[in-house]
T-cell receptor
């Protein structure tokens, strides 16, 4: 799987948009970008994933650059409960036989939302 | 069930004892994963089960660690002759096509070896 680079930590004011960057310059054509987060003392939580088009769900938006070498996770209105470590992961999917492949977690970005 | 269930939530054991950790995946999820997370560290992959295929054991740190899963049901992770460095949170996750390949994690088992 391609490696990712994320800032170690970021701060955001409550109510503001949090924009978390991720570089994945060695991503290959069949690799998706996944985002997870881990709130203190909990298991990681899936947020969103995408291939090349921008994606949005009830939790966040994912913006992937045209060359796919970087992406940004956007939390439109951050709350104190969004304080967590955010992981950006790239992983290929294989469609044959319904296989699922392991996710490799890096160190992520510690996002602290301040009141 | 509604989510991935792990038991026990906390386990304190004496060095040298064996422990068994349990994971109940979401019903119908074909894939099951075990990870370990030491205090203040990232997630470390241990083992992966996919249906009836041979598991990917490449992450198991030593032969004291083993895991089993029967079909697409419960999995158990066993650590024999526990050592203090085994102290960590052990996380289980499951996934399927219906979940867009996203993992659902359990809350983990916090293992403390004293």
């Amino acid at each position: 799987d391609a490696k990712t680079t994320q800032p170690t930590s970021m701060d955001c004011a409550e109510g503001r948009a949090a924009n978390l960057p991720c570089n994945h310059s060695t991503i290959s054509g069949n690799e998706y970008v996944y985002w997870y987060r881990q709130i203190h003392s909990q298991g990681p939580q899936y947020i969103i994933h995408g291939l090349k088009n921008n994606e949005t769900n009830e939790m966040a938006s994912l913006i992937i650059t045209e060359d796919r070498k970087s992406s940004t996770l956007i939390l439109p209105h951050a709350t104190l409960r969004d304080t967590a470590v955010y992981y950006c992961i790239v992983r290929a999917l294989k469609n044959s036989g319904g296989s699922n492949y392991k996710l490799t977690f890096g160190k992520g970005t510690l996002l602290t939302v301040n009141p | 069930g509604a989510g991935v269930s792990q038991s026990p939530s906390n386990k304190v054991t004496e060095k040298g004892k064996d422990v068994e950790l349990r994971c109940d995946p979401i019903s119908g999820h074909t894939a099951l994963y075990w990870y370990r997370q030491r205090l203040g560290q990232g997630l470390e992959f241990l083992i992966y089960f996919q249906g009836n295929s041979a598991p990917d054991k490449s992450g198991l740190p030593s032969d004291r660690f083993s895991a089993e899963r029967t079909g697409e049901s419960v999995s158990t992770l066993t650590i024999q002759r526990t050592q203090q460095e085994d102290s960590a949170v052990y996380l289980c996750a499951s996934s399927s096509r219906r979940s867009n390949y996203g993992y659902t994690f359990g809350s983990g088992t916090r293992l403390t070896v004293v």
